[in-house]
């Protein structure tokens, strides 16, 4: 029988990478036009494919709306194949919000137009998250399609098998072994196509497992192969064992599920033997890294969940708002634009995104909590001051604040009457013409007071409470000097070097010399960090002299370090460090709750040398195997060494497997009973370093100074992109990393730690005055209020959110534990599970979660219609 060849005709689009948007967009009108008048006017070309992506889509109709209804036509018609993401997204940075929201945005905008198609198509991602068949399965996808990360050694040597996650989900793949862009061009004279396709056919061929074998047509910003039925038959004739045809991805999958005895595959791939995974992009340019860190740390953990307590209490809920914030990120998060591995023109393009996004994103949190605290009771004489609590279970939490008053001072009392005590950190005086221009305008120059304030609340799960501030006599700021901290938890002291030393009181264990920095040359490129041979890192460890000071507050310590930290300045052209030096002035701040297990670290570099990467380290104490970290919806563990670095190069890998990996959230070592770990809202690299694999070192920052760079110590051979400088790359200025260090006795622990460090708590303080005004609103809120509570801390709460096209208040919980584990909400004996599609799939859940499974469970349904409450209430 003959081999059966599926050429499906498509275009890998990069929106962005050394080329602009801008110049894509032009590229796109033309190829677009001509794929159209192709699909339009020749029958028997059957269909092709738009990269998986409607972010394409978006571009082509922002200059030629006057065309979406050919598109939807031909859509509909089953003949321009569309979605089912917003963008190409890379899966290792990326939070599990951000891949559900690719995929919901992705399909919102599909069914507007047809249908989305039905494959989780990923041609280009540097690496697969071992958690993408269950985010698939969630949106009815049972097919796979990617390129990178795969090796023989997770368990088959074939191009087609199954991929599972831990709860069982699984996918069916069909690998591109060879890439996306092995049918680009192909040419018209027989002998050039035969030798071209004859070194192909010899990988597709040993990694099939039947007679079908697929040929993707297309490449980045290709356009459409207009000749490509002379080139069929060019093929059929070439190869009489072999039937060439047009085909798409589907009729790929209908016949490989066919195939008997297919391989079953686990876990993440980020092998980088056949293509490469690029495992140490994941700190580069981190100025970029750490906003898309931080602006989905806001949407998912502050923004979305204070949105539902609005709806919930009778506000409105605007989606639109928020679809347009996620969607300024997921144009971030392709592959490309997520790496940052980019021209230095789109890499300003992508910072001016995150600087819109996050604006975006303060004033509607800003907005919403204003919403909410002027629509509870007001007492003359008396402004407010809301306290929002994001964790789904009460809790007792540090509240930093700021109180703006023109009074001289003020008190705290709660909506009883009773004082509630706070302390007063600093005070300064602002003009009163940021408050409200219109107070200037009168001539009013009297000015304002800004008190920053600490204070303990045991806040509501899920929920606010609204204080009351009145006029009163100004309290006396209460800070004084500390040679050392003590807590119930900690005792630290600061070390000459700006290192601590970090004794664990419920553990009795001690950490010495905790947050040294290292440093080593990056020979490198904007895809890859690269060390010269044998090099031995710069240790800041007993080689710096620290100002160093700690003041304590009343409900915390914070714990100042400043330092030089000597690094050469650059590399030569003969790749070597320079003689000459640099000093990098490093800022360090630990701030030390005396009601927490977490202490918050503040690392700020100012980076004036090049070609190098600085990292922060903390070491454990504990000898460790195995890493374990946060991925989307779970967690990983990973070897400290990869094995494969005893035979990489003997095997020809095209790039050294390193044990450099991302982490979401977390990181950490555990032993028996204890574990450490980094918790993190900005650097989302790291490794675990020294003689006993016992330290974690979260990396800083990475400077290069070009896109691509040939033959690298660890990556032989071409450049990957193309070689173009790239001198914002080399990072020079100020960067600031958010980070902490917890103590915990399991990784479960760890994990709700992670979320009281993301979910911070909010506040606004309601004055008289307002530069922007808003009418009085026809809700009415009370003083507290709790949307739902948590009974077991088994789980972990990803979000909050109201569904897309109904009524009904979501939440997403997912578990980290080796064991099920079953919700409990306070006031649900059952539950209607949802899926991440936000369709309902259990209308009686028992609430139990696999490991590493996500659900989506409704929280409320008050603001249903009629018609929507009986559409829920029928049968699925």
């Known amino acids: 029988m003959k081999k059966r060849v599926h050429v499906v005709p498509h275009m890998h689009w990069d929106r962005e990478w050394y080329f602009s948007t801008e110049e894509s967009q032009i590229l796109l009108v033309n190829n677009m036009d001509e794929i159209m008048e192709m699909l339009e006017s020749n029958p028997d070309y059957p269909s092709y494919v738009l990269d998986g992506q409607t ?4 571009d082509y109709f922002e200059v030629k709306p006057e065309n979406k209804a050919r598109v939807r036509k031909l859509v509909q018609a089953g003949r321009l194949i569309v979605g089912p993401w917003v963008s190409q997204t890379d899966e290792m940075t990326t939070g599990a919000e951000s891949i559900t929201r690719n995929l919901l945005y992705g399909y919102k905008d599909c069914i507007e137009l047809g249908q989305p198609m039905a494959i989780g198509y990923i041609p280009d991602s540097f690496g697969q998250t071992s958690q993408m068949p269950m985010i698939l399965n969630q949106f009815d996808i049972q097919y796979s399609i990617f390129w990178r990360g795969v090796s023989e050694r997770h368990g088959s040597d074939k191009t087609e098998f199954y991929w599972e996650s831990d709860d069982g989900s699984r996918v069916l793949v069909q690998l591109f ?38 040929l993707p047509n297309g490449h980045d910003q290709m356009p459409i192969q207009q000749n490509i039925f002379e080139i069929l038959e060019q093929l059929n004739e070439i190869y009489p064992d072999r039937e060439f045809f047009l085909s798409r991805y589907e009729n790929v999958f209908e016949e490989i599920e066919q195939h008997e005895n297919l391989d079953t595959l686990h876990g993440e791939f980020i092998d980088g033997k056949y293509s490469r995974v690029h495992r140490s992009i994941f700190a580069q340019r981190q100025d970029l890294k ?12 502050v923004l979305e969940p204070l949105m539902s307590m609005a709806f919930d209490l009778g506000f409105s809920y605007e989606h639109g708002l928020v679809e347009v914030i996620w969607k300024l990120l997921l ?15 789109v890499h300003r393009e992508i910072k001016a995104r995150y600087a819109e996004a996050e604006e975006r994103c303060d004033r509607l949190i800003d907005f919403y909590k204003r919403k909410i605290v002027e629509a509870t009771p007001d007492k003359a004489g008396f402004d407010k001051l809301g306290l929002f609590n994001f964790l789904p279970y009460a809790a007792d939490r540090l509240v930093k604040t700021v109180v703006t008053t023109r009074w001289a001072g003020f008190e705290l009392m709660d909506a009883d009457g009773n004082a509630v005590s706070y302390n007063l950190q600093a005070v300064s005086e602002l003009d009163p013409g940021l408050i409200d221009r219109q107070i200037v305008h009168y001539g009013n120059y009297e000015p304002f007071f800004r008190y920053e304030i600490e204070l303990m609340r045991d806040l509501p799960a899920m929920g606010y409470e609204v204080l009351y501030v009145k006029e009163a006599a100004r309290q006396d700021i209460f800070c004084q000097p500390a040679d050392r901290i003590v807590t119930d938890d900690f005792e630290l002291t600061g070390n000459p070097d700006g290192t601590v030393k970090i004794t664990d009181r419920r553990s009795n264990r001690t950490y010495e010399n905790v947050f040294s920095l290292d440093d080593t040359a990056d020979d490198g490129d904007e895809y890859d960090f690269s ?10 460890l007993g080689q710096t002299q620290a100002a160093v000071k700690i003041l304590e507050f009343e409900n915390e310590f914070i714990l100042t370090s400043n330092y030089e930290f000597t690094v050469p300045s650059a590399l030569t052209e003969s790749r070597q460090r320079t003689d000459s030096l640099s000093k990098l002035p490093v800022n360090l701040k630990l701030f030390v709750s005396k009601h927490s297990r977490i202490i918050k670290v503040e690392l700020t570099v100012e ?4 070609d190098h990467r600085l990292r922060l380290l903390v070491p454990t104490g504990i000898a460790s195997s195995m890493s374990f970290a946060s991925n989307q919806f779970g967690t990983i563990r990973r070897p400290v060494v990869d094995d494969a670095l005893a035979y990489w190069e003997a095997e020809g890998w095209d790039e050294r497997p390193d044990a450099i990996y991302p982490f979401l959230g977390h990181v950490g070592l555990e032993d028996d009973h204890h574990a450490v770990a980094m918790l993190t809202n900005s650097s989302r690299e790291y490794e675990i370093v020294g003689q006993q694999f016992d330290t974690i070192a979260i990396t800083v920052l990475r400077a290069v ?55 911070k708590v909010e506040t606004y303080n309601q004055m008289p005055y307002h530069a922007m005004k808003l009418n009085k609103s026809k809700p009415v809120t009370a003083c507290q209020y709790s949307m739902f509570s948590v009974k077991n801390h088994d789980l972990v709460l990803s979000t909050v959110k109201k569904a897309e096209n109904t009524g009904e208040i979501l939440a997403r919980f997912y578990n980290l534990s080796s064991k099920s584990v079953k919700l409990e909400l306070a006031g649900f004996d059952h539950y209607v599970l949802h899926s991440l599609k936000e369709v309902i799939r259990d209308r009686a859940f028992n609430g139990v979660v696999n490991p590493n499974q996500v659900i989506t469970v409704r929280i409320s349904e008050h603001h249903l219609t009629q018609k929507q409450r009986k559409e829920l209430s029928s049968p699925s």
């Open 55 to 58: 972010a394409v889509l978006e």
């Open 705 to 759: 100074g070009v896109l691509g760079k040939e033959e690298l110590y660890r990556r032989p051979g071409r450049p990957s992109g193309i070689k173009l400088p790239t001198s914002d790359s080399q990072m020079q200025g100020k960067l600031t990393l958010d980070l902490a260090l917890t103590f915990a006795n399991s990784a479960v622990e760890v994990a709700q730690a992670e979320k009281i460090y993301h979910a």
């Open 290 to 301: 750490a906003m898309n860190t931080r602006i989905e740390n806001k949407l998912t953990n």
């Open 607 to 610: 980076n004036t040398a090049k």
């Open 531 to 540: 060390p010269l041979a044998d090099e031995v890192p710069i240790s800041s």
């Open 331 to 345: 144009k971030n998060h392709a592959h490309d634009s997520m790496g940052a591995c980019c021209s230095d023109k």
């Open 177 to 214: 072994p060879l890439g996306y862009a092995i049918g680009k061009y192909l040419p018209t004279d027989p002998e050039a196509l035969k030798e071209r396709l004859d070194k192909y056919f010899k990988v597709l061929d040993k990694g099939a497992t039947g007679l079908t074998e697929l």
